[in-house]
C-alpha cells in the first residue's frame, strides 16, 4: 500500500580509497585501504578544484590528503615532458627535510612515475637554476625563500638574451633555446598550489614576506588554493585577505593531543628546572632501559651544537638535526634515525613540522618551546602508528610557566571526537580532579625534580658541557627575547602559577611529597645564642677561619716589578705598563657596509650564471659531468663566444671509451674448463 511517502536512504560515507575514486595505478601503491577522517573530507574537494583550508592533528594523513589528488591529475593528462614543461603543481614546505619527505611521498605513489623538483636553501643557487633550466618535472616542492629568490631573479634578469642549450630526445641531441618568460611560465603557472604548515610560515616573519611576494607573482595564473594546518586559528583571516579568497571552506577534523592522552598512548612530565640542572636530568634520563629511541628538541642552533659536543665527550652516539648541518649531514642522520640505527637524536625545531618518524619512545624538551603551536607539533612527532605509546619529559624554566599554561589551554579546548566521553585529563597540581591521586589519570601538572635522580649525572655533566661559551646561555637567552611568553588570559583552565608550592612529580613516586612536606616542617632545635652551643663550637670555627685565611693569603714579591726588563708572561700588553685597558672595537656598521657592497641587485645573479655556464649548456654537460681533459685537447679550433659546439666527437670519445673497458672487463675474465671461448 502506498501512503504517499517516499524515503530516500542516506548515503553512506565513504571510508575507503577505492570509494573515493582513486584509480588502481595510484590505489596499488598504497599502503592501506582506509582513508582518514581529513583524506575523505579534502580528496574530493580539490577533485572539483575547490580551494580549501584543512586543519588537522599532526599524523592524521593530511600529506596524502594532496598528494593522491594533484598525482590523479597528473593521470588525466598524460603528457611527454621536455624542458619547457609547465609545473602543473607547486607545494610550498617551510623546511628542507619537509621538502624531502613530501617529495619521497610523490615518488613512492607514483612508482617512480613522477620526479618532483625540489628547490630549498640547502642546494645553491646554481644548483637551483641548473635543474629549472634543464629539468623535466610537472610539481615544483619549494620552500618560501628559494622560490622568491629564482622569480626575482628571473623576472630582473635580462630577457633579450636567450639560454641555447643541447638536449637529448630519443637518443639523439638537438639545439633549443628556452627565454626568460618561458621560464617564468614554467615555474610561476601552476593550476594548483599547496600551503603546508602554513601556520609555521606565518609565525617566521621572513617567511611570511616571502610568501606574500610569491603569491604576487603567481595572482596572474590565478591556481586553486589548498592550505593545510595543524593548529590554525579559526580567527585568524589573514592568509584570506592575502589569498583575496574570502569565502575558503575551513574543514576541521577534531581531536588531537587529548586523544592521544585519553587513549593512554602519550604521558607528559612537566618538570620545573632550573638551567644548570638540564644536562644532569638529560643524562640520567638517558641511562632508563625503557627509553629506547629518544628525540630531544633545543631552541638554537648554537645550544645544540654545544650540547652535542658535550655528549661527545661523554661518548653516548648521537645525532644532530638543525639549520648548521650540511645537506648530506642531515639527510644521513635523519635516515639513520628513521631506520633504527641511532636512538639519540638532537634537533632544533626544524625537526618539528611534518617529519614522519615510527617508534620515538622518549621525547625531551630540553629547551621549552616559545608558543604554543610549537609544542604540539613537538608532541606531534610522537605516536606515528596506532599502536605506539611515548613518554615526553618537558624541562620547564620558571619563564616558560606562561607557555606553559597557554599548552594547558591548548589541550583543555581541543574538542575531542566522541563528545560523550568523559575526560581522564587532569590540569590540577594538588588535588586530583578524578579524585584518585592522579592514579588512573593523565597528569599535566608542573611538579619539581628531586636532586637525588641526577646527583651522580652533575660531575659528569660539569666536565662535559662548556659552559664558560658565552654562546651557549647567551643565544639562550636571545632566543627568549624574539620570542616572548604568550600573555596569560583570565578564560584558560589554568591562569597561575606559584613555583615555590610546586609538589614533587608524581614520576618520581608517591610518598615523596610527604617526606618532602615534613623536611620544610622541620625545625632545628639548636639555638647559636645559647652559650653550651658557643663553647663547644668556638674552638672548631676559629680553626676553620685561620685555615681559610691561611689558604687565601698569596705573597707576592714586589721587588720584580721595579726591574724595568720585567714583562708579565699573562699579557705583553698589560695594563702594568699601559695603564688604560683596550676597549673592544665594534665591528657591526664594518660587517654591514661590506654586506651592503657585496650585495648584488636582483637579477644580476642569473645573468651571471648565464654567462658563466654557456659553454657547458651549448654542449650539453649541465646536469651531467663536465668535459674532460681529453676531450677539451680534441677541440683545437676556437669558437666565437656564444656559439653552439656539435657534440658528435664528444660521442665518439665516449662510445670508444666504453668499448675499450669493456674488452678490459672481458679479458680479465678468465676462461673455464672445457675452452668455452675456444681458440
Not at 601 to 617: A, C, M, V
Amino acid at each position: 500500500m502506498d501512503f504517499g511517502i517516499h524515503l530516500e536512504p542516506k548515503p553512506k560515507d565513504v571510508v575507503t580509497f577505492k570509494g573515493l575514486g582513486v584509480p588502481v595505478e595510484i590505489l596499488s601503491n598504497i599502503r592501506f585501504p582506509i582513508a582518514t577522517p581529513i583524506q575523505r573530507k579534502v580528496i574530493p574537494k580539490m577533485l572539483k578544484q575547490e580551494d580549501v583550508i584543512a586543519v588537522s592533528r599532526t599524523g592524521s594523513g593530511k600529506t596524502y590528503s594532496y598528494v593522491i589528488p594533484i598525482l590523479m591529475k597528473l593521470l588525466e593528462k598524460k603528457s611527454e615532458k621536455n624542458i619547457y614543461t609547465r609545473a602543473k603543481a607547486i607545494v610550498i614546505v617551510p623546511t628542507y627535510e619537509l621538502a624531502t619527505q613530501v617529495a619521497e611521498v610523490f615518488e613512492e605513489l607514483s612508482r617512480k612515475g613522477v620526479h618532483p623538483a625540489v628547490f630549498s636553501g640547502m642546494n645553491t643557487v646554481a644548483h637551483s637554476f641548473n635543474y629549472l633550466v634543464v629539468g623535466h618535472f610537472e610539481v615544483a616542492i619549494c620552500t618560501p625563500g628559494r622560490l622568491e629568490h629564482l622569480l626575482n631573479e628571473i623576472v630582473s634578469a635580462d630577457k633579450h638574451k636567450p639560454i641555447f642549450l643541447k638536449v637529448e630526445e630519443k637518443n639523439t641531441k638537438k639545439e633549443v633555446s628556452i627565454t626568460n618568460e618561458q621560464l617564468f611560465e614554467k615555474i610561476a603557472k601552476p593550476d594548483i598550489v599547496v600551503i603546508d604548515e602554513m601556520d609555521r610560515i606565518f609565525e617566521d616573519k621572513s617567511l611570511s614576506l616571502s610568501l606574500e611576494r610569491i603569491i604576487e607573482h603567481l595572482k596572474e595564473s590565478s591556481p586553486q588554493y589548498a592550505l593545510f594546518s595543524a593548529t590554525h586559528n579559526k580567527g585568524n583571516t589573514q592568509i584570506r585577505t592575502l589569498l583575496d579568497r574570502k569565502n575558503m571552506e575551513l574543514v576541521e577534523i577534531f581531536g588531537g593531543v587529548s586523544d592521544h592522552l585519553e587513549e593512554g598512548r602519550l604521558t607528559i612530565n612537566n618538570l620545573l628546572l632550573q638551567e644548570n640542572a638540564k644536562l644532569p636530568m638529560l643524562l640520567s634520563l638517558l641511562k632508563r632501559p625503557e627509553h629506547r629511541k629518544v628525540l630531544v628538541f633545543v631552541s638554537t642552533c648554537k645550544r645544540c651544537i654545544v650540547l652535542s659536543e658535550a655528549l661527545r665527550r661523554l661518548g653516548i652516539r648521537h645525532g644532530v638535526l638543525s639549520s648548521a648541518e650540511s645537506e648530506e649531514s642531515r639527510d644521513i642522520v635523519l635516515k639513520e634515525f628513521k631506520k633504527g640505527e641511532a636512538n639519540l637524536l638532537l634537533s632544533t625545531d626544524v625537526g618539528c613540522r611534518g617529519l614522519d618518524i615510527r617508534g620515538v619512545t622518549t621525547m625531551i624538551e630540553y629547551d621549552y618551546s616559545a608558543n604554543r603551536s610549537t609544542s604540539v607539533h613537538r608532541v606531534g612527532r610522537m605516536n606515528r602508528g596506532k599502536s605506539e605509546k611515548a613518554v615526553l619529559f618537558s624541562f620547564i624554566r620558571k619563564s616558560d610557566i606562561p607557555t606553559y599554561l597557554a599548552f594547558l589551554n591548548h589541550i583543555h579546548s581541543e574538542r575531542p571526537r566522541d563528545s560523550t566521553r568523559v575526560t581522564r585529563i587532569c590540569f590540577r597540581q594538588s588535588e586530583c580532579g578524578c579524585g584518585d591521586g592522579h592514579r588512573t589519570c593523565s597528569y599535566l601538572g608542573l611538579g619539581n625534580v628531586p636532586r637525588d635522580f641526577y646527583a651522580n649525572s652533575e660531575e659528569p655533566a660539569r666536565g662535559a658541557l662548556d659552559s664558560e661559551d658565552a654562546g651557549y646561555s647567551g643565544s639562550y637567552e636571545k632566543y627568549a627575547r624574539t620570542n616572548p611568553p604568550e600573555k596569560i588570559e583570565d578564560h584558560w583552565v589554568v591562569t597561575s602559577i606559584d613555583p615555590k608550592e610546586v609538589q614533587l612529580h608524581r614520576y618520581f613516586g608517591k610518598d615523596a611529597n610527604a617526606m618532602i612536606g615534613q623536611v620544610r616542617r622541620y625545625k632545628s632545635r639548636y639555638n647559636p645564642m645559647t652559650s653550651a652551643y658557643l663553647t663547644e663550637n668556638s674552638g672548631k670555627t676559629s680553626e676553620k677561619r685561620r685555615r681559610k685565611e691561611k689558604r687565601e693569603i698569596v705573597r707576592v714579591d714586589l721587588d720584580k716589578f721595579k726591574d724595568q726588563m720585567f714583562i708579565p708572561y699573562e699579557n705583553i700588553k698589560s695594563a702594568t705598563f699601559n695603564g688604560v685597558t683596550e676597549k673592544p672595537v665594534d665591528k657591526t656598521q664594518e660587517i654591514k657596509e661590506r654586506v651592503r657592497r657585496l650585495r648584488k641587485p636582483s637579477g644580476q645573479l642569473f645573468t651571471e650564471w648565464k654567462k658563466d655556464n654557456r659553454e657547458r649548456l651549448a654542449k650539453g654537460h649541465l646536469l651531467k659531468r663536465g668535459p674532460s681533459s681529453e676531450e677539451e685537447k680534441t677541440e683545437k679550433t676556437k669558437r666565437s663566444e656564444g656559439a653552439t659546439r656539435s657534440v658528435k666527437k664528444v660521442l665518439e670519445l665516449r662510445q670508444k671509451r666504453e668499448k675499450e673497458a669493456e674488452n678490459r672487463k672481458f679479458n680479465k675474465k678468465k676462461r673455464p674448463a672445457g675452452g668455452r671461448f675456444g681458440e
